[in-house]
Nanobody
């Protein structure tokens, strides 16, 4: 059984930075890709970023490109999301998810396991 636990969310002001972490247990972490998604109140869950199992390739939503950076430490079974220059529209619950099949897609339904989410609130 795979378990994902996100942390690092909080309440910040516009322009601030946060780093989210997602600790994964239960399966060989270095064998699969990972993604970050977010969901704002009243909106659908949307893709934020993803990273391949080696960390060699990443992909970002246009809305966060240049501000967010996804990375991973396979020795620590952890994937990170560094978020800089935060905006009020970044306010959402952020989720990490596993991509065992390595589909390299942005659709939530293509991901296998999810964490419980961590709240990020950006005030103006």
């Amino acid at each position: 059984q795979v378990r994902l636990v996100e942390s690092g969310g909080g309440v910040v002001q516009a322009g601030d930075s946060l780093r989210l972490s997602c600790l994964v247990s239960g399966r060989t972490f270095s064998s699969y890709d990972m993604g970050w998604f977010r969901q704002a109140p009243g909106k659908e869950r949307e893709f934020v970023a993803r990273i391949t199992r080696s960390g060699g390739n990443t992909d970002y939503a246009d809305s966060v490109k240049g501000r967010f950076t996804i990375s991973r430490d396979n020795a620590k079974n952890t994937v990170y999301l560094q978020m800089n220059s935060l905006k009020p529209e970044d306010t959402a619950v952020y989720y990490c998810a596993t991509d065992f099949r390595r589909l390299l897609r942005r659709t939530p339904g293509d991901y296998d396991n999810w964490g419980q989410g961590t709240q990020v609130t950006v005030s103006s």
